[in-house]
Each structure stands twice: as structure tokens, then as C-alpha cells.
């Protein structure tokens, strides 16, 4: 598998995504979860017509093939080669917030290149930690988790029900949790909205925000249309503590969706529209849920 990896380095970018695409394109002429994709894309652009939808949901497939190629490359890059590909925009923010001492919970998403995120960042020095569940033994999964290793990701697998108790304890040795907010959480959820639609959302951020005195960034990579990305940090973010913890959570979790909702709209084909997001519904009567904003024109503070 390190063989593979080292030789997959010495092939040209623009061949790895030439193929990358090739993959995404089989990916959408097979269906592989094709009406999930257009399900969610109509659920989140009523205003579309079908034939852009179906266009944004054909280039979602090209950006996903093409994220697999590029994210196995990257044990193999140097730092300038990595610094060619990275631009950041808020490291200051990072710093500040490393430099409480507590611990930091990077909040992300499933947009541009998620895990080719982790790893760059790791790369740069930033001490990572992602919390994952044991998966299957098999190619695919060996595989990212070399990638993840190769980085220098520090990967904490977890058990249910020890999942808290073990983030707790790497925030405790200043470290940073990788937390995706947009993973729809089926077990006691609360219900901001996304798209205006309302989206079962885990309250952990600012749960462990109070919990710990951790801070609480956000960032995304964003693509900037040659190839590189812009690796978007904002933070530390203010999570309310007004003494009503439900409504705290919610007004927290329901800023951070607006945030990712105005990156997703300005590149609607960099989601995971390939996930059901929405799959959870609120029950009759089951707590708060927050009213259904508006689409921000700028990007919410």
C-alpha cells in the first residue's frame, strides 16, 4: 500500500484529475445514489429549474471523483508543494484560538475536499484529532486510514457511548477535534435549518464549548477554480451561555449552518449532496426548532 501511495505522487495533477472525473462521470451514469443527489437538490433549490439541478448533481459527481485521487496524494507532497495549493485566509484566527489552551473543535462540513483538509493541516503543524468509529476491513478503508496516518492525523477510534468522555480528554492535551456539522444525527438531535428546511443537528460544539472552555473555530476549503483552495478560518466564535442551554445550542448551531449554507450556495457542487442530510424529520412537539432564515447575500459573521 506505501508503494502504491509513493507512485501515485509521481503521477502529474492534471492526469489525476482527468481520471478523477472519469470516475465521477461513470459514478452519475450508473445512478450510484442519483435520485438522493436530485432529491436533496430539490428539497434546497425549489427556484432551480430540473435541468440545473441535474447539471449541478453531473459536476457534484466530477468534483467527489476527483476529490479521491487527490486526497491519496498527499503524504507525498512537500511542504512548498503544499503550501502551492493552499491558500489561507484567517490563520491568525487558528492561532488565537490554539493559543487558549483549552483545546479547539475545528467545525467543517462535508464541502471541497473534507479530508484532503485534515491532512494539509496536519501537514502545516496543526495537532488533529478525528474521532472515528471502527470500520471493515477491506482495501478502501485500509487505505484512507494509511493516507490519514501517512499525514500524521491522529485517528482516536471510539466505542458508543465513549465517544465524549475520549474528546473530552484530547481537548485536555490542547488538541484539535475535526467535527463535521452537517452529519445527520438520529440520537436526541436538535433542528436548526438548512436551506430552510430544518436539519437534525448534534449540539457537541457547543455543548463542549461550556463543557470545557474549549474554543470553537469554523472552517472550510473552499476551491478557487485553478486547482487550489482557500482554506477559510474563522474564530474564536462566541457560543451564548444565557442559562437556557437548548436555546443556546440551537441559536450556535443554527449560525454555523447559515455560514456553510452561503459557501454552498456560491458552490452548490462542491456538497456532499450524496448524503441525507434531511433524513431525520422532527417529530410532533420534539423541543425547538429554528425558523427557517433567509438566504444570506453575505456571508454571516
Known amino acids: 500500500m506505501t508503494r502504491f501511495l509513493d507512485l501515485l505522487g509521481r503521477i502529474p495533477r492534471p492526469i489525476l484529475m482527468a481520471f478523477g472525473s472519469f470516475l465521477g462521470w461513470l459514478g452519475w451514469t450508473l445512478r450510484l445514489r442519483r435520485r438522493v443527489v436530485l432529491d ?6 425549489p427556484e432551480k429549474s430540473e435541468a440545473e439541478r441535474r447539471a449541478i448533481g ?39 484560538a490554539a493559543a487558549l489552551g483549552k483545546g479547539v473543535i475545528a467545525c467543517t462540513a462535508h464541502f471541497g475536499n473534507f479530508d484532503l483538509l485534515a491532512s494539509a493541516n496536519t501537514r502545516r503543524g496543526v495537532p488533529i484529532t478525528q474521532v472515528a468509529r471502527e470500520m471493515g476491513k477491506n482495501v ?48 436526541r438531535p436538535i433542528f436548526p435549518t438548512f436551506f430552510g428546511v430544518p436539519a437534525a443537528t448534534a449540539s457537541t460544539p457547543a455543548f463542549l464549548a461550556r463543557r470545557t472552555g474549549c474554543a470553537v473555530i469554523f472552517t472550510l476549503s473552499v476551491p478557487l477554480g485553478d486547482g487550489r483552495h482557500q482554506v477559510l478560518i474563522e474564530g474564536p466564535l462566541e457560543v451564548p451561555d ?32 450524496v448524503h441525507r442530510r434531511w433524513k431525520t424529520r422532527p417529530p410532533s412537539g420534539a423541543g425547538p426548532v429554528a425558523p427557517a432564515p433567509a438566504a444570506p447575500a453575505t456571508p454571516p459573521n
Request: charge should be positive; glycine fraction near 4%.
Open 242 to 273: 444565557t442559562g437556557d442551554p437548548a436555546a443556546d445550542d440551537l441559536a450556535f448551531m443554527q449560525r454555523l449552518n447559515d455560514k456553510l449554507e452561503h459557501w454552498v450556495r456560491r458552490h452548490p457542487e462542491r456538497w456532499y449532496w
Open 140 to 187: 478502501v478503508n485500509d487505505l484512507w486510514r494509511e493516507v490519514r496516518r501517512r499525514s500524521g492525523v491522529d485517528e482516536l477510534l471510539v466505542k458508543p457511548g465513549n465517544t465524549m468522555r475520549a474528546i473530552i480528554r484530547a481537548l485536555h492535551q490542547n488538541r484539535v477535534i475535526g467535527y463535521v456539522i452537517d452529519q445527520n444525527q438520529p440520537v
Open 40 to 45: 436533496n437538490l430539490r428539497l434546497a433549490f
Open 58 to 96: 453531473r459536476a457534484n459527481f466530477r468534483h467527489l471523483g476527483q476529490m479521491i485521487p487527490d486526497f491519496l496524494r498527499v503524504p507525498t507532497l512537500t511542504p512548498e508543494q503544499l503550501d502551492q495549493i493552499f491558500v489561507y485566509d484567517g490563520w491568525e484566527n487558528y492561532l488565537r
